[in-house]
Every structure is written in structure tokens, then in C-alpha cells.
């Protein structure tokens, strides 16, 4: 069965770090380009941050161009974001999200709460 399993959300204070990981199993990772979204409370899901299944060049959205990293490990068929210099709007769920040209999946979300 296909599974993505968020982890690494929680708490932390305006200007700390913070590393999301997204454990797939089920289908071929590595023939699947990967997707960070987020959605606060009473917003839109948005896109954060996407990339190529063999790598490249990531994009990310303006709002967190330079404090956000997002990277993949085929072979653990992981997929990672690393968040610098948090901020209070940074807050939401976040999903992990897999896609090719015939299939998508999402996981079920982490909790990224910013905060003093």
C-alpha cells in the first residue's frame, strides 16, 4: 500500500530551525517529483517548495526563498524540508506530496507551530 509519513514538526520559538521528513513506501520513489505544502488555519493549501525526482534545481515559494531547503535521499526514499529563520507565519500543517505523469499521493501532515 502506498503510505507518506510526515515527522520533525512541533513547536519552536520566531527565528529557530526546524526539519520535516517525509518517509514514502508503496510506489517508486524515485520516479516521482516531491512537494512541501502547507495550510494555515482558514487559508488555502499553498505550495512550498518542490523537487525533481532525480534532484536539480528546487523552487520554492517567495515567502520562504533563502530559509527554506528542500532536498530528497533516494535511497532511504525520503524527502526533506529544512527551515531556517522561522517565522509566526510560517504556522500550519504541512504535506508532503508525491507526483508523475499518472499518479499523486499525499501524506497526512505535520504541525508547525512558530511561536514565543
Known amino acids: 500500500q502506498v503510505q507518506l509519513v510526515e515527522s520533525g514538526g512541533g513547536l519552536v520559538q520566531p527565528g529557530g530551525s526546524l526539519r520535516l521528513s517525509c518517509a514514502a513506501s508503496g510506489f517508486a520513489f524515485s520516479n516521482y517529483a516531491m512537494r512541501w505544502y502547507r495550510q494555515a488555519p482558514g487559508k488555502e493549501r499553498e505550495l512550498v517548495a518542490g523537487?525533481?525526482?532525480?534532484?536539480?534545481?528546487?523552487n520554492y515559494t517567495d515567502s520562504v526563498k533563502g530559509r527554506f531547503t528542500i532536498s530528497r535521499d533516494n535511497a532511504k526514499n525520503t524527502v526533506y524540508l529544512q527551515m531556517n529563520s522561522l517565522k509566526p507565519e510560517d504556522t500550519a500543517v504541512y504535506y508532503c506530496?508525491?507526483?508523475?505523469?499518472?499518479?499523486?499521493?499525499w501524506g497526512q501532515g505535520t504541525q508547525v507551530t512558530v511561536s514565543s
Open positions: 523537487i525533481f525526482s532525480t534532484g536539480g534545481t528546487p
Open positions: 506530496n508525491a507526483r508523475n505523469w499518472y499518479n499523486g499521493y
